[in-house]
């Protein structure tokens, strides 16, 4: 695991103060909760909408295959 870096991002005052609340009510940081949510978001990037995207991916370009092959015979 690499070295910690910080990360600056804007927000609406309103909802960082319900990002505090909520980082109150587990009894962590503000920066802690933020950082366990974008880790969160990119795990689901990685193990669920990547695997999608490439499935989607291959069948279009299967299909596309098929509709080349197709007018090639013609």
């Given amino acids: 695991m690499g070295r910690y870096v910080r990360v600056a991002f804007k927000m609406n005052e309103e909802r960082k103060d319900e990002l505090q609340e909520y980082a109150e009510s587990y009894g962590v940081t503000m920066s802690s909760l933020c950082s366990l949510i974008i880790g969160q978001w990119l795990h689901n990037q990685k193990?669920?909408?990547?695997?999608?995207?490439?499935?989607?991916?291959?069948?279009?370009?299967?299909?596309?295959?098929?509709?080349?092959?197709?007018?090639?015979?013609?």
């Avoid at 909408?49 to 370009?61: A, M």
């Fill in 47 to 74: 193990k669920l909408v990547l695997p999608i995207v490439e499935t989607i991916g291959d069948t279009i370009n299967k299909q596309l295959k098929t509709e080349m092959e197709g007018q090639n015979r013609a």
